[in-house]
């Protein structure tokens, strides 16, 4: 946070965002909801918050310790950085790495009660001796399922033959097979049964685990016969949907705002931006947004995205620079310098989804959202009150 924002707990939000060009509001509330609505739709099941990528762009530093508080029982990242950065914040609970790590990671891991994904005979006897040296023996390792997506994983064969050397190894524990579903989001969803059976084989060839965990956000809501153990959620903990999927009652965690940094006019025919790729076609007021795709607001929104401004809609003209972009504010009514601007989120009854950015350029929310840059600030806050910042 820059140092002439006032940024200390209990401050509001309007007076931390005073002296911000642009920022990311994360509402704790919603969050908070999120967790509880999806430990209520996963049942009995372990709920594993994903916060990858600093929590879909969320956040990691606020959203972890809120999660946590929250009631959630394990996180899962992609990468042993990740998990390193996650304990960094405080949170205490289960953490699983779910891609490649290597055997030199072992040792941080133990030492951090980080749970590793392991693919290799390598990698299962540096965990274990890391464990027997630590005295912290057994430490459980996870083992993925390539059930047919073709990515990181075994198959089933190689599971059986990786589990038996897990087993003979003194250090480690079998915890759990998982695999990651390639067409949850599809209205035809059913190749998911295809997956399900090939990880089914591989619990009958290892003798069967005490976890499985298959079922991401769209699996976990779609259908409850394949939460298993364990469910990952992704995307819905934040209250974006994948689609297909029907909403439970999540609620949008994830605001990104702005102040207007210079209101001024454009002549008929007079262009803006790199290229003048937009030319007023009217007398026009113009709007000067400090956010470019350096921030994550992506170029492919130049002469197609749309922000609020006084609760209007108005449009982006000409191209996303890295550090700004320009929007036509001419129907906007005494809109000035200084103005807040939702990006994403819900101003004067009007609101704009990622999914709805993400249309724009051809894409998910998920990029959207796991696209923002680490420069914007992310304020965290209950009801418009400053609880975190990171």
Not at 5 to 16: M, Y
Request: charged share 20%.
């Amino acid at each position: 946070m820059p140092a002439s924002s006032p940024a200390t707990p209990g401050t509001t939000l309007s007076n931390a965002t005073k002296a911000l060009n642009a920022w990311i509001e994360v509402d704790l509330d919603a969050l908070a909801n999120n967790a509880r609505v999806l430990r209520e739709t996963a049942g009995d099941a372990t709920v594993i918050a994903v916060v990858k990528a600093n929590a879909y762009g969320h956040g990691l530093d606020i959203v972890g310790p809120a999660l946590e508080a929250a009631g959630i029982e394990r996180f899962g990242v992609i990468f042993m950085p990740e998990a390193l950065d996650l304990r960094a914040t405080g949170v205490t609970r289960p953490v699983v790495v779910l891609g490649h790590s290597f055997p030199e990671d072992a040792a941080a891991a133990v030492a951090n009660d980080i749970t590793l994904t392991v693919d290799t005979n390598a990698q299962a006897e540096a965990v274990s001796e890391a464990a027997l040296r630590a005295g912290k023996a057994p430490v459980p390792v996870h083992i993925k399922v390539d059930s047919g997506m073709h990515r990181f994983g075994l198959m089933p064969a190689e599971v059986a033959a990786l589990a038996s050397h897990v087993r003979g190894l003194g250090g480690v524990t079998l915890e759990a097979l998982w695999t990651h579903l390639a067409m949850a989001d599809h209205e035809d969803d059913s190749f998911t049964v295809q997956q399900d059976a090939v990880v089914q084989e591989a619990v009958r060839l290892v003798g069967g685990v005490p976890m499985r965990h298959i079922a991401n956000t769209a699996t976990t809501i779609r259908h409850p016969e394949f939460q298993y153990e364990g469910v990952r959620t992704g995307i819905g903990i934040y209250g974006a949907l994948p689609d297909h999927t029907p909403n439970p009652g999540l609620q949008p965690v994830l605001s990104m705002k702005a102040r207007l940094a210079r209101v001024f006019d454009v002549a008929p025919g007079e262009g803006v931006s790199y290229g003048l790729t937009w030319r007023a076609e009217r007398q026009s007021r113009v709007a000067l947004v400090a956010v470019g795709y350096a921030d994550g607001y992506n170029r492919g929104l130049s002469n197609r995205g749309q922000v609020l401004v006084r609760g209007r809609r108005c449009p982006v003209v000409g191209r996303v620079c890295m550090d700004h972009f320009l929007v036509d504010v001419t129907d906007v009514p005494g809109a000035a310098t200084g103005d807040e601007t939702v990006l994403i989120g819900e101003q004067g009854g009007e609101t704009i989804t990622a999914r709805e950015v993400a249309a724009a350029i051809d894409t998910i929310n998920y990029e959207v959202l796991a696209g923002l840059n680490r420069r914007l600030p992310r304020l965290g806050h209950r009801q418009g009150v400053l609880e975190a910042t990171c």
